[in-house]
Nanobody
């Protein structure tokens, strides 16, 4: 069973930056991908970015491409989300998610992920 713990959320002004971290523990040898989703009030959970765990491929939602960057440190079982040029509409709870057992090409869907963190709030203010 993989446990995920996020950190790094907070309050930032529009145009600013934040970096989220997610540390995985327990059963990490089964990981094939780790990613980030977000959920704004009254909205569904939305794909943000994901990375293959055993390779370097990364994938992004169009809404964050060019502003956000996902990276990982396999040795420390950690995935990061560097968020730059933040906008008001980036305000949401951000969730770390992990794919276990195999890579799934429906990685933009929350149902593809086996494990979830508790979420960290990101608030962008004007």
């Amino acid at each position: 069973q993989v446990q995920l713990v996020e950190s790094g959320g907070g309050l930032v002004q529009a145009g600013g930056s934040l970096r989220l971290s997610c540390v995985a523990s327990g059963g990490t040898s089964s990981l094939y991908g780790m990613g980030w989703f977000r959920q704004a009030p009254g909205k569904g959970r939305e794909f943000v970015a994901t990375t293959k765990w055993k390779w370097s491929d990364t994938y992004y939602a169009d809404s964050v491409k060019g502003r956000f960057a996902i990276s990982k440190n396999n040795a420390e079982n950690t995935v990061y989300l560097q968020m730059n040029s933040l906008k008001l509409e980036d305000t949401a709870v951000y969730y770390c998610a992990a794919l276990g057992g195999q890579w799934r090409w429906n990685y933009r869907e929350s149902g593809a992920y086996n494990y979830w963190g508790q979420g960290t709030q990101v608030t962008v203010s004007s």
